[in-house]
């Protein structure tokens, strides 16, 4: 370190690099030179006089590859690109000239070194000018020299840097070798020169070379940009037959990158070419015929792996005009037709596992181009459509000598995936196979037939291990893209076969299921059911009340499980939507009786604003008979909600989403467009808009909620509707009015075209058209004006209510403050004689004054106080009194009461009671 220090470096130095076949460290010799300088190097070679020393040359070259073993550094770049140059024009003359030139090439390919942290920065433009410098030697007519150029790049962009500690100088990191091979657009060089070359050693490693280049999008545009792919196939195909098979490999490999991350459009431009297409075709055919060997058999899986992405990437391709649709169509139906064509008839599909694939992988690219009515004319020519349905068929009935039970279950499955892609564009064909009596056959053996264990091990056979979900699965898939053709012919034959009461019957038995593929079957089968019942009345009766009560099983029991996942969603929408279009007007007693009606305001009430359009519109639907009125109006939800205010509450949450304009407490802010939407507002201020575009108006009625709103509250009635908030009652006169506010959008939208249009109307439609607008913004006006009084009645209540509490407050303050002066009272009774005697004179003055008095004959009276009282204690409460012969009247309760007549008690004297 104080050699460093002082500026001097030692000429070997040694520091630590990390191995990473062996997770050590290793020792490493840096490259600090001084007698072996580049610069003087490259003196030696450029000088006059030391030019022709060739074996001082050499020598020198030698010891800078030996001391430079780990690599060079970044701030030699200019220099060691000096004696690259020297030494590429010296090896035509001199070929003893090349090996020091490749030794120092293979040297590049390492990690370049730096003196500081920031020369990575500092030589960032000098690296770019190397490499483009070192790659164009690739150009030179000499293959070792082209070999390691290819070495190199590949070097420096594929190896990960070693790991070296703090010690000595540390290697560019390998995302900036990366970083920096992407931006310099050296892959051009290498492309150009395959371009022009014949299959030979250097075109498989610049090809390789290429390969790895690939992984890189911007390296994929370049390669497409300069046409490669063209000639690429066309080396592909020759190479077929040759044994050069590492040509095939990697070219399907660059293909493969290619299309999968270039630029689409650029993918696009190159594999439209017919020629590159057909070349393509016949690699893939002679692997088809010639193929004997395991390594051929995958190399013709990753051919045709390469021609599905391209299938699926480039839909414009040429593969019919090319015969690669014939070549496809020939091979995936050999093995069950057995065609006589040449190109397969030596094909045999083995129990193997390259075949397998292989058969998949052939189908799945032919259901792919299968929306194409060329190609799928030629493919079902070629017997595609009975290939399939000839898997469609119970699997315990099946003794497959081709397949393994394992592989002929994945292969049964994908046949039902690709005719449920197939049948929607040849019903024709599908009915020419008896694809409904194969289909049913096998729907019911999925639900009735003998126990059968799936195997399970596959994409389609998700959820079938043990059982026969995933045939069942499939096959109700296949019967809904048949019916959503809604071909007559096609759904009365499956209606008559017995299709309603197949699926009621699977219905009933997965009922109970939670499984999310189960799930799914359940949800395609309402779909199926709700199709083929829509518009047929009989269709309706056969579902019948077994259907209907399956339906309010399945929407009591999803509600509680809504928002558990997807799944119960898609269940329920098609539970309302199968109830929507499968209970006939002859069954809503039955729908009413099993209490249709409060399961679907439960769940108008739960379930997410997506899911409440659907829902209301079935019971609006249901509303029609007279009978489900009186069940609509007795609901009642969480905290007794009525009906009313749920759909008040569904009013508010709409204009909400769609940008209504309101003032507070949803009162009308503007009275020229009551009730338009933030869309109908731009589109109103849109000059070329309106006479475009159909009308917003209309269309906000079938986009919304709102129309079936104010229905429902037609059929429920609008008035004496109890426990309705004052802002309840202001956005209920707004639904009163949905329907005239309506008109007047349609009459503005009218009035806004003949402006646009510059239709000038004569004078009784000017003045037509004016008294409409003044009724109209009147109607707004005055439904604003009435809002405004329902709130300020609502206000004086509360007014009025508050007035009443603080009465009752004031009352309590006087209530204590009388019992306050009481206790008072009574505290200065017992603490001052003087306010004792007086209390008592008021109560003896309170006491005359409440006695009644007669003019009558007074009688002896007594008094009832006792004078010259000596004791403490109170005297009692009651006096005897002696009984006198004659009764006397009583005119005041201190008298003596009349006498009693003689008889066996006339002695005992009488209790009266002192008043």
Same mark, same amino acid.
């Given at each position: ?29 840096l490259p600090v030179p001084v007698n072996a300088n580049l610069e003087k190097t490259l003196h030696l070679l450029t000088d006059p006089h030391s030019t022709h ?8 070259l030698q010891r800078i590859c030996r001391e430079y073993s780990d690599g060079f550094y970044l701030r030699d770049l200019v220099t060691l690109s000096g004696i ?285 181009? /299968?929306?194409?009515? #060329?190609?799928? &004319?030629?493919?079902?020519?070629? @017997? +595609?459509? =009975?290939? *399939?349905?000839?898997?469609? $068929? ?49 729907l019911e053996w999925s639900y009735n037939g003998p126990a059968f264990a799936g195997h399970g091990n596959s994409f389609y056979s998700e959820g079938g291990h ?18 959503? /053709?809604?071909?007559? #012919?096609?759904? &009365?034959?499956?209606?008559?076969? @017995? +299709?309603? =009461?197949? *699926?009621?019957?699977?219905? $009933? ?104 359009? +659907? ?301």
């Amino acid at each position: 370190m104080a050699s460093i220090k002082s500026g001097h470096l030692p000429l070997m130095s040694t520091n630590t690099q990390y191995n990473s076949t062996f997770g050590t460290f290793v020792e490493r010799n840096l490259p600090v030179p001084v007698n072996a300088n580049l610069e003087k190097t490259l003196h030696l070679l450029t000088d006059p006089h030391s030019t022709h020393l060739k074996d001082r040359h050499i020598k020198v070259l030698q010891r800078i590859c030996r001391e430079y073993s780990d690599g060079f550094y970044l701030r030699d770049l200019v220099t060691l690109s000096g004696i690259m140059d020297n030494l590429s024009t010296r090896i035509d003359d001199e070929p003893d000239y090349v090996s020091p030139l490749v030794q120092i090439i293979m040297l590049c390919g390492k990690s370049f070194l730096k003196d500081r942290c920031s020369d990575d920065i500092t030589f960032e433009k000098s690296f770019l000018s190397f490499l483009k410098g070192i790659v164009k030697l690739v150009t030179l007519q000499n293959s070792m020299i082209q070999i390691a150029v290819t070495h190199a790049i590949g070097n420096l962009y594929c190896t990960p840097v070693p790991i070296y500690d703090d010690s000595g100088p540390q290697a560019c990191l390998h995302e900036y070798n990366i970083k920096t091979i992407e931006e310099s657009n050296i892959i051009c060089y290498f492309v150009e020169e395959i371009n022009k070359m014949d299959m030979c050693a250097v075109y498989q490693e610049i090809l390789h070379l290429i390969l790895f280049l690939s992984l890189s999008s911007s390296n994929c545009d370049n390669i497409l940009k300069l046409g490669l792919i063209e000639g690429l196939t066309t080396s592909m195909q020759n190479a077929c037959f040759s044994t050069e098979r590492k040509v095939l490999q990697l070219g399907v490999e660059v293909l493969w990158n290619v299309v999968e991350y270039g630029n689409i459009k650029l993918v696009r431009a190159n594999f439209t070419s017919e020629l590159t297409i057909t070349s393509l075709t016949n690699t893939l055919a002679y692997f088809v015929k010639n193929s004997r060997t395991l390594n051929d058999n995958q190399l013709r899986n990753d051919i045709m792996s390469v021609i599905h992405v391209i299938i699926l990437k480039v839909p414009k391709a040429p593969i019919l005009e090319a015969g690669l649709v014939k070549v496809i169509a020939l091979i995936a139906t050999q093995s069950e037709l057995k065609h006589s064509d040449d190109l397969v008839s030596s094909l045999q599909m083995k129990p193997k596992q390259e075949d397998f694939e292989f058969k998949k992988l052939v189908w799945t690219s032919l259901i792919q181009v /299968c929306p194409n009515d #060329a190609i799928r &004319e030629t493919i079902l020519g070629y @017997g +595609l459509m =009975e290939t *399939l349905f000839s898997y469609v $068929k119970p699997n315990d009935s099946v003794a497959s000598v081709a397949w393994t039970s394992a592989q002929y279950e994945e292969i049964q499955l994908q046949a039902l995936s690709s005719l449920e892609a197939l049948v929607p564009h040849s019903l024709d064909e599908y009915m020419l196979n008896h694809g409904n009596t194969r289909l049913l056959l096998l729907l019911e053996w999925s639900y009735n037939g003998p126990a059968f264990a799936g195997h399970g091990n596959s994409f389609y056979s998700e959820g079938g291990h043990g059982n026969k979900i995933a045939q069942l699965r499939y096959t109700i898939r296949v019967l809904l893209a048949v019916v959503r /053709c809604k071909d007559e #012919a096609v759904t &009365e034959d499956l209606c008559d076969q @017995g +299709l309603i =009461e197949s *699926l009621l019957l699977v219905l $009933k038995q997965h009922k109970g299921m939670e499984v999310m593929i189960e799930l799914g079957i359940l949800s395609n089968i309402l779909l199926i059911l709700s199709i083929i019942c829509e518009n047929d009345v009989h269709r309706k009766e056969i579902f019948g009340e077994e259907g209907i009560r399956l339906l309010l099983e399945f929407l009591s029991s999803t509600q509680s499980r809504l928002m558990s996942h997807l799944g119960y969603q898609k269940l329920l929408l098609s539970t309302v939507n199968a109830i929507w279009c499968c209970v006939s007007q002859l069954h809503h007693s039955y729908f009413l009786e099993y209490g249709g009606i409060p399961i679907l305001l439960d769940l108008l009430d739960r379930c997410s604003p997506s899911m409440q359009n +659907l829902v209301l519109g079935a019971i609006l639907d249901l509303s029609e008979d007279p009978r489900s009125v009186a069940h609509i109006k007795t609901w009642r939800g969480a905290g007794q909600k009525t009906v009313a205010s749920l759909l008040i509450q569904l009013w508010v949450s709409e204009e909400e989403v769609l940008g209504v304009r309101r003032g507070e407490n949803n009162v009308i802010s503007d009275v020229i467009n009551p009730i338009s939407s933030h869309d109908q507002l731009i589109t109103s201020s849109t000059p070329n808009a309106l006479s475009s575009a159909p009308s917003m108006a209309i269309l906000d009625v079938s986009d919304n909620m709102r129309c079936k709103i104010f229905s429902l509250f037609n059929r429920i009635g609008m008035s004496d509707i109890p426990n309705l908030t004052p802002k309840k009652k202001v956005t209920l006169i707004i639904i009163e009015n949905y329907l005239d506010f309506k008109v007047g959008e349609v009459w503005q939208e009218i009035m806004a075209e003949i402006a646009i249009d510059k239709i000038v109307p004569i004078q009784s439609d000017k003045d037509g058209l004016d008294k409409i607008r003044i009724i109209l913004e009147a109607k707004a006006e005055a439904v604003k004006q009435r809002q405004l009084e329902i709130l300020e009645a609502e206000n004086q209540e509360e007014l009025e209510a508050e007035r009443r509490s603080y009465d009752q407050i004031r009352s309590n303050f006087l209530q204590w403050e009388l019992q306050d002066a009481a206790r008072t009272e009574y505290l200065n009774k017992t603490s001052d004689y003087e306010s004792l005697q007086l209390s008592k004179q008021k109560k003896d003055a309170i006491r005359e004054k409440s006695k009644t008095f007669q003019d009558t004959d007074v009688g002896l009276e007594h008094e009832t106080l006792i004078r010259m009282l000596t004791t403490t204690v109170h005297s009692g409460r009651h006096v005897a009194v002696p009984l006198m012969d004659r009764p006397r009247s009583i005119s005041s309760p201190h008298k003596v009461l009349p006498a009693i007549p003689k008889t066996d008690i006339a002695d005992k004297s009488v209790s009266v009671s002192n008043s």
